[in-house]
Nanobody, 122 residues
Framework: QVQLVESGGGLVQAGGSLRFSCAVS????????MGWFRQASGKERAFIAL????????YYANFVKVRFTISRDNVKNTVYLQMNSLKPEDTAVYYCAAAVSHADYARAYDYWGQGTQVTVSS
């Protein structure tokens, strides 16, 4: 069983930054593409970014390009999401997820973190 534990959410003012960490245990971390998703109140879960098993390839949703950066440390079994220039519309619950396949849609992901709330005040 794979377990994903997120940390790093919270309340931030518009224009501020946050960094998420997601520690993965239970299986070989390098076996998985890692992704980040978010779900705002009343909306569907939305893809943010993914990173390949090796970490050499990344892919972002258009709405977060430049502002957000995904990375991973295959020694620490951890994936990160650095979020800069945050906007009130970034308010959501953020999830990390692990997938065997290389995909940008939620149903492709097999394991999920518990979710962490981010609130961006104007």
């Amino acid at each position: 069983q794979v377990q994903l534990v997120e940390s790093g959410g919270g309340l931030v003012q518009a224009g501020g930054s946050l960094r998420f960490s997601c520690a993965v245990s239970g299986r070989t971390f390098i076996s998985y593409t890692m992704g980040w998703f978010r779900q705002a109140s009343g909306k569907e879960r939305a893809f943010i970014a993914l990173i390949s098993r090796s970490g050499y390839s990344t892919y972002y949703a258009n709405f977060v390009k430049v502002r957000f950066t995904i990375s991973r440390d295959n020694v620490k079994n951890t994936v990160y999401l650095q979020m800069n220039s945050l906007k009130p519309e970034d308010t959501a619950v953020y999830y990390c997820a692990a997938a065997v396949s290389h995909a940008d849609y939620a149903r492709a992901y097999d394991y999920w973190g518990q979710g962490t709330q981010v609130t961006v005040s104007s």
